[in-house]
């Protein structure tokens, strides 16, 4: 059984850094594409950024530059070290293993000052 668990999010105010964690079990997470997404009320999930399981990463162009995606196979862990968090950054954050159809409940990060 596949099971997802992202953490980490939180209140923070504009310019400050958070890092979310996703934890991942019963797949051999090393040989998976890892995914970050997010999503807003009313809206589809985004892609935020892209990991392979040789380590190669994308990003969506609005977070370039501010956040990076890493990966922990030992530990089966997708990381998202968020810095310079923008109101627009405001979100429901997912993990997702790349090719497999499921979610995790995701971690909320709110913006405000």
């Known amino acids: 059984q596949v099971r997802i668990v992202e953490s980490g999010g939180g209140l923070v105010q504009p310019g400050g850094s958070l890092r979310l964690s996703c934890t991942v079990s019963?797949?051999?997470?090393?040989?998976?594409?890892m995914e970050w997404y997010r999503q807003t009320p009313g809206n589809e999930r985004t892609l935020v950024a892209g990991?392979?399981?040789?380590?190669?990463?994308n990003y969506a162009d609005s977070v370039k530059g501010r956040f990076t995606i890493s990966r922990d196979n030992a530990w089966n862990r997708l990381y998202l070290r968020m810095n310079d968090l923008k109101l627009e950054d405001v979100a429901t954050y997912y993990c997702?293993?790349?090719?497999?159809?499921?979610w995790g409940q995701g971690t909320q990060v709110t913006v405000s000052s």
């Open positions: 997702k293993v790349g090719s497999l159809p499921y």
């Open positions: 019963g797949i051999n997470f090393k040989i998976y594409r």
């Open positions: 990991i392979t399981s040789g380590g190669a990463t």
